[in-house]
């Protein structure tokens, strides 16, 4: 695989594959005049948060060219949240361990040159420079809600692909059970990365069927524009239906294993967070409950708390992934 060592415009520059942002914003536009016209309820809503969504941009980043995600359970009517509120209250404890640091500190992040490298057991390892893997497959939006395990929640229109596609060209051989990834740990731009929070690099793992399922998302932006350096950029994993702790942010390595993998958080506290994390209301946290969130936006003296969905509300979609199992002892 080829690896281009000059600049590939992730560190805010302009990568060769953006669409200009007039372009962008028009296709906005089209879709909001498509949906004026055909005055339906469903396309007016569309139509509104098309407008937020436009709205919400914030037009620093480079814009990505996307389509819109066809796979079942990639969409949803609700209201996306602040562009600024997804960008500003973040988990990267990398750059500190207050929502506010990764967004003040995270600047210092090298997201060009960036390869990531494929091994383990795949009958074709690789190593793939950001600007190769961004085109792999066509970058979809896809808006998903994100449940964070400290119990909050976000609504945000995530750019990327299915992990699938990778997974599938790099062909995993038979005894192939787990997929591991690994993030950046680089003391010299990441000053989290010296404390002892957590074990580093910060690892995370799916069981390959897991991996394999359409609405694992492996995101390289958000709102249209490539990823801000706080939400995990270049690269980072989306599982909808998995507590946020899941999704790595910054992906420098996916290994294929036998063994399922040791997640950093599993051996911070092997007892609170298990291998699976899937979203479940009616598996406490051994310190707090896991039944309701609060919607990161609605806050305020009168905002109601959400009931929290099992598996996220994508039930339907990945139930069956953990048929005969026993959600209170896998979790
Ligand atoms: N990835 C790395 N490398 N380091 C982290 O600290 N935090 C996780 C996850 N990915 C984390 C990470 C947690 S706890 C959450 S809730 C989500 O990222 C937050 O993603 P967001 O900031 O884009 O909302």
Redesign the pocket.
Known sequence: MLIRTHDNGFDHGIPSEITPRAVYQDRRRLLLQLAAGAAGATLAAWASREAMAQTARPGKLPALQTVRSTVPGAQTMEKLTDYKD?STY?????FGTDKSD?ARYAHTLVTSPWTVEVDGLVKKPGKYAIEDLLKLAAQEERIYR?R???GWS?VIPWVGYSLSNLVQKVEPLGNAKYVEFF?QADPKTMPGVTSQVLSWP?VEGLRLDEAMHPLTLLSFGMYGEVLPK???APV?LVVPWK???K????IVRIRFTEKEPRTAWNRAAPQEYGFYSNVNPDKDHPRWSQATERRIGEDGLFAKKRKTLMFNGYEAQVGQLYAGMDLQKQY
Request: include cysteine.
């Open positions: 997804a973040n988990n990267f404890y990398e990764p994100l964070c395990v400290e976000m993030t910060y706080q939400n995990g980072r507590y946020g702790f999704s790595g942010k910054s």
